[in-house]
């Protein structure tokens, strides 16, 4: 399928922060096979080029002297199963929870959790999302990706992918480099509900279910995100806007001397993740907006765009958060989304 190239071509509708930026050139990636094809054309050589998902972690800094490809790949698709689990293989460009609600409307629980998220399916892996007690890399198998450099189509398999907290291969070492067509997953068939993160548990607990079902858990998942993260067609935000920071167990009891109340939590490896949410709102910011920009009045890590914000507004509250965050704790804080 030949590729339509459009030039100058606005951004503002495809990323959730509503940021005006032209991109010098975009195009619709529809197939892998369509993809193979324009690389082998040798129409993206010496060519800077950035894969683009649903937009929703995602900083437009202005225009972007570069091809945009948006990914619309669309399929979904039973592809094995055993006495373990279903394996599910999916379009990047699907919407991330359209097919969530599909996956237990078939029968096939195990994403629930994940409810919600905004954004595509080829971009979850990327910084591997995570919520209520699970991170997508949980529930990975392996993706398909084609190598924008030589236009092979590449498989990953779990390890290839190098999960980290909202990290992989695909924001380091192969950053820009692979355009990810599809992902399969691995839904285990003995379901149990997965209650390990504390505000979640308590919501079950309010509404009396003891045993709940993978549909009551996701309903609980939207009504936990719906109360506290602004809904990106009404409010433009980007999700949460920095990691929670991870440090020394040393660092994180010297500044528990001055601030008993921070949460704090324990890690496998003996460091301690701190809120990020917790630290801003310390900081004052939770509700506090500079110009257009601010971070959300429910969750101080959700940073807002109250309306006709650029890419400049936002990396000047960037910096002031980050700031107020070094000089109050000495924590430098770290940028979820990229930067275009
Ligand atoms: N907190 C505050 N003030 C705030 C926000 C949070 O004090 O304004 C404190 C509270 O003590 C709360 C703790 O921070 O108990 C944790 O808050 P929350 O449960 O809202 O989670 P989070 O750590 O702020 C993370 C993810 C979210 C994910 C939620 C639920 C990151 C950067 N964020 O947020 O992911 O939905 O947990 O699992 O890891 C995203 O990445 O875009 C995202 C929304």
Redesign the pocket.
Known sequence: MATVFHQDFPLDPFNTLRLPGNARRYAEIVSASQLIQLVRSGKLANERFFVLGGGS?LLVSGDVDATVLRMCIPGRELIASDDDAHYVRVGAGENWHDFVVWTLEMGWPGLENLAL?PGTVGAAPV?N?????LEVCERFYSLEAVDLRSGALVSFDHAACCFG??DSIFKQDAANRFAITSVTFRLPKRWQPLLR???LAREMAARALITPSAQQMMEAVMA??QR??PDPDVIPN???F???PVISAEQCAELKKFNPDM?NFPQPDGKEKL????L???CGW?GHSEGPVG??E?????LVNHGGATGVDVLRVVAAVRRDVVERFGIALEM?PVVI
């Open positions: 972690n998220i910084q999302i995570g919520a209520y007690g907290y909202r993160y504390v505000e936990i995100r506290k993260l980007a999700g949460s920095f990691k929670n949460p809120a990020a949410g917790w801003i709102e310390k939770k971070m959300y429910h969750q101080a890590l959700v979820e």
